[in-house]
């Protein structure tokens, strides 16, 4: 592993080409129908100085971790609190701000493997976990992305790309969302879920039809909604088969469609408003497939522990479509 900022150049033949770097396993561009598809730098070398997550690898765990810690086969593990009293997307210096090695043997046009080492007790974490996220860009414009990992001791996993899309639109707000979920988790006055769940029937956090996103915001007398400012959600996916789009993006005017397909169990829904300078708030929103928020510290929620000789695989496809 090099502590030197690389590129990776992905390309289909079709025109659509992805852009991807060492440092967070990020995915830093994705071109498509001769725009830009997400909020990014215009110099990658600013990605290292990045607040925002823009395209990252989150992990160990991504989202939140209450109380920044968690209790595990009775041993009591306490994390960095990066987030008031919580633990987010696995503390301080989290997997988004590591240099990856790029596997050079995995490397062809269309696919690379970015690997990581994340030694016993890194950011309080137990076990030597070793991670494998592997981008894969297909000639019908899905780009695939597998995350694998191991652990020789028992230890929460929870990994997500944190991209911003705005699909060629100035912003967000402008897109239509579908999303494929009947109920999100409650949250509490620590914004942490409180091991309930809300049925999104006849509610503004409801988006299993199209609707546009900055619309629902401005509009909705939702007390949370208006507190927050926007969308930060945990939404419970449909137990649909994968090639079931779980969630669709559009943007009619910029003529594209985004579609997602994954099996993780949640979708977290951030459209983007502490999104700061060089950028705007709102100016994308994230899709961050995972598990449930905080599931190492609801019992009831699906398991987030991985232990030795388990594998850790899971998959988010994003899939682009000209209108």
Not at 59 to 84: M, P
Not at 151 to 170: E, M, R, S
Request: include cysteine.
């Amino acid at each position: 592993m090099s502590d030197v900022l690389k590129s990776i150049q992905l390309s289909n033949g079709n025109g659509m080409q992805v852009t991807l770097l060492n440092y967070g396993a990020r995915i830093a561009s994705v071109q498509f129908n001769d725009q830009e598809m997400l909020v990014t730098y215009d110099d990658v070398h600013d990605f290292l100085n990045d607040d925002f997550y823009l395209g990252a690898t989150c992990g160990r765990v991504c989202n939140r971790i209450s109380g920044a810690g968690f209790s595990l086969d009775g041993e009591s593990y306490t994390l960095a609190q990066n987030n008031g009293g919580n633990c987010l997307h696995g503390g301080i210096n989290n997997f988004s701000y590591r240099y990856w090695t790029i596997e050079e043997d995995s490397v062809t046009e269309q696919s690379v493997t970015l690997t990581l080492i994340s030694e016993d007790g890194d950011e309080g974490f137990p076990g030597k976990a070793s991670i494998a996220v592997t981008y894969r860009l297909t000639g019908d414009n899905q780009l695939h992305i597998d995350y694998r990992a191991n652990t020789d001791k028992a230890t929460p996993i929870n990994l997500t790309n944190h991209a911003y899309f705005n699909l060629g639109a100035v912003d967000g707000n402008s897109l239509e969302l579908q999303l494929m979920a009947s109920s999100c988790l409650n949250r509490n006055e620590n914004e942490m879920p409180d091991g309930s769940f809300r049925s999104l029937l006849g509610t503004d956090y409801n988006f299993r039809e199209l609707s546009q996103v900055g619309l629902r915001q401005q509009q909705s007398q939702d007390p949370e909604l208006l507190a927050m400012g926007g969308f930060d959600h945990c939404y419970i996916l449909d137990n649909a088969p994968f090639h079931q789009a779980k969630a669709r993006l559009v943007a009619k005017q910029q003529g594209v469609e985004m579609r997602l397909y994954t099996d993780q169990s949640a979708i977290q829904l951030y459209t983007g408003k502490y999104l700061d300078s060089p950028f705007q708030p709102y100016q994308g929103l994230c899709l961050e497939a995972q598990n449930y928020t905080d599931a190492v510290n609801q019992q009831h929620f699906p398991n987030s522990i991985l232990r030795p000789g388990q594998t850790y695989q899971q998959t988010i496809v994003y899939e682009f479509k000209a209108l």
